[in-house]
């Protein structure tokens, strides 16, 4: 799959990683697996890829970052993923969470509302064999020609819960987004029981970088 370069001092980088994340609260061993089998520095320029394993979310361009890995662990910790679960991602970004995604067996969808990004990215994860599906737009609306999707994932802070996301998803599927003000939002875990019945969680808070379009932020 990867052909970059991994090293021994980045996987022991990588471990104490996970250990930080799991001492904050991260029981699921799948998701921690696959923080610790994918090397987060790929994603980096290698002039910054010393901060790649530090737990802080980093720029990337375009005014966007790469989120913190905790915060990675947990909303991918929330979807509960199965083994080929059909999952949109909004907010491509970097392409790490996506590619967390497909390592634990999810068949990704993902969608960026900036053009460089999603073409770097793009370029970037078929160039290291991560076979996403990718996508330019407006995920504020998700992606109806896909639909309906298993689990639904937002990786940008939403003023509210769009109403095409919940559409989209199947009956017994699991939307999560953070929904807040332009600074920070609560994470929210959104079940659809029935076509009608909506069951929410509210978790911490977090900061992420503002959901635009339709039902983002104008
Ligand atoms: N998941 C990303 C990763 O692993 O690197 C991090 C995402 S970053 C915190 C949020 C991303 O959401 C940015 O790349 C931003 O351009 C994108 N975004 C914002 N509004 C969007 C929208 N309406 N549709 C799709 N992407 C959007």
Redesign the pocket.
């Known amino acids: 799959m990867l052909k970059l370069e991994d090293s021994y001092r980045h996987k022991g980088q990588r471990r104490e990683l996970v250990k930080l994340i799991r001492s904050k609260g991260i029981k699921d061993e799948a998701v921690l697996s696959a923080i610790n089998t994918l090397p987060r520095h790929f994603?980096f320029d290698t002039a910054l890829d010393s901060h790649a394993y530090e737990d802080k979310?980093f720029p990337?361009g375009?005014g966007?970052?790469?989120?913190q890995p905790y915060t990675?662990a947990f909303q991918t910790e929330l979807l509960q993923i199965k083994q080929g679960d059909k999952v949109l991602?909004?907010?491509?970004?970097?392409?790490?969470?996506?590619a967390i995604l497909h390592l634990l067996g999810a068949e990704v969808h993902t969608?960026?509302?900036?053009k460089k990004?999603y073409d770097r990215t793009k370029k970037f994860l078929t160039k290291i064999g991560i076979p996403l599906n990718f996508y330019f737009?407006?995920?504020?609306q998700g992606m109806p020609a896909q639909a309906p999707f298993d689990k639904i994932l937002v990786?940008?802070g939403a003023p509210i819960v769009p109403k095409p996301l919940l559409k989209q998803l199947k009956i017994g599927g699991i939307l999560v987004i953070p929904v807040g003000d332009r600074k920070t939002q609560k994470m929210l875990r959104l079940t659809k029981k029935t076509a009608t019945k909506i069951v929410q969680e509210e978790f911490d808070n977090f900061a992420?970088?503002?959901?635009?379009?339709q039902d983002?932020w104008k």
């Open positions: 994603f979310a990337i375009e966007q970052t790469i989120s990675v991602e909004i907010g491509t970004g970097s392409g790490y969470q996506g969608i960026e509302y900036q990004l737009g407006d995920g504020s990786t940008a992420f970088v503002p959901l635009l379009g983002g």
